[in-house]
């Protein structure tokens, strides 16, 4: 009884800094696409939202599992790492994606590509992120508790 409650609370704990991460990084972006005479480039970052939860609520529940502080902050530092490269590679991939959707002669052609300077500044600010929830994912059997 006691351990299913605790893997409840991981799954809903993840689900939740999933979905705060998501709406941190893409709300301002959804804004501005539900505000101009864009077509299909929100489906991106729907995606990319529905990767983030999902990521957050594996790594919350795979977190309880064990149930110790080390396990948590190594699980959500690796759950964390594969979140930067979804939301680093949104923008890209994404709207790729919807080009390549809306248009096949595209279809293949890295009309947003990927560089070297959005990787960097990719794992820049990722750093910050994966810093935070390696501690959250410390800090989670303590937070489970309460």
């Known amino acids: 009884q006691e351990r299913r409650l605790?893997?409840?609370f991981g799954l809903v704990s993840g689900l939740i800094i999933g979905l705060a991460l998501a709406l941190g990084v893409w709300t301002l972006d959804a804004i501005f696409l539900i505000t101009g005479p864009v077509r299909l480039i929100g489906t991106g970052l729907l995606l990319g939202a529905?990767?983030?939860v999902l990521l957050g609520a594996f790594g919350g529940w795979l977190a309880a599992q064990v149930g110790r502080a080390w396990f948590?902050?190594?699980v959500w530092i690796?759950?964390?790492?594969?979140?930067v490269w979804v939301i680093g590679h949104v923008p890209y991939e994404g709207r790729n994606l919807m080009v390549w959707l809306a248009d096949r002669r595209a279809w293949g052609l890295p009309v947003y590509p990927f560089?070297?300077?959005a990787q960097?500044?990719?794992w820049l600010f990722?750093?910050?992120i994966v810093l935070?929830?390696?501690l959250l994912g410390f800090l989670q059997p303590y937070r489970m508790e309460g």
Not at 78 to 83: N, P, R, Y
């Open 6 to 8: 605790r893997l409840k």
């Open 50 to 52: 529905l990767a983030l």
């Open 72 to 74: 948590g902050g190594l």
């Open 78 to 83: 690796g759950t964390a790492i594969c979140m």
């Open 115 to 117: 560089s070297d300077a």
């Open 120 to 122: 960097a500044g990719m």
């Open 126 to 128: 990722g750093f910050f």
């Open 132 to 134: 935070l929830l390696g």
